[in-house]
């Protein structure tokens, strides 16, 4: 009789991870399209012209890492930072609105946090590779004097 109860509590607790597990990779994919973040960058966009960011800045981008980093500016005061996080994203969505959350600033520093949310989505190393070797390309183009650190 223990022997059953424990097989079907078994089971249940592994259906349920296959059920969750997947409904999270449902959720990733779904937020795969670049179009899907507009939202949150209009919202950045909106914010930059209530309260104008400091131009040299330290700048932090990508996924749920940053967006909940809430002790942020404490934690690197005196240095002024900007905190442009958008949660769920990947390195192909930061690339897409590079213009608009990364270049407008000016940093001098910028601070990146992608890549989980690409891999659960299915990409390759390779393919993550190559969206932050184009990451690093554009910096060194249209910012030149500014270093990127990447954060895992």
Avoid at 64 to 82: C, G, H, K, N, Q
Wanted: negative net charge; hydrophobic residues 45%.
């Amino acid at each position: 009789m223990t022997r059953k109860i424990l097989a079907s509590i078994l089971l249940t607790l592994a259906a349920l991870v296959v059920i969750g597990g997947g409904w999270g990779y449902a959720t990733i994919r779904d937020m795969s399209g670049a179009e899907y973040w507009e939202k949150s960058i209009k919202a950045f966009e909106t914010k930059d012209i209530e309260s104008p960011p400091p131009k040299g800045a330290v700048l932090f981008v990508g996924s749920s890492s940053i967006v909940f980093w809430r002790s942020l500016a404490e934690d690197f005061a005196p240095i002024p930072v900007i905190n442009r996080g958008f949660g769920g994203s990947q390195m192909n969505h930061l690339n897409y609105y590079r213009n608009r959350i990364v270049h407008k600033y000016k940093p001098r520093i910028i601070v990146v946090y992608e890549g989980d949310n690409d891999i659960a989505a299915g990409l390759t190393a390779g393919q993550v590779l190559e969206d932050y070797e184009d990451f690093i390309s554009y910096v060194e183009d249209t910012l030149p004097n500014a270093k990127v650190c990447f954060i895992a």
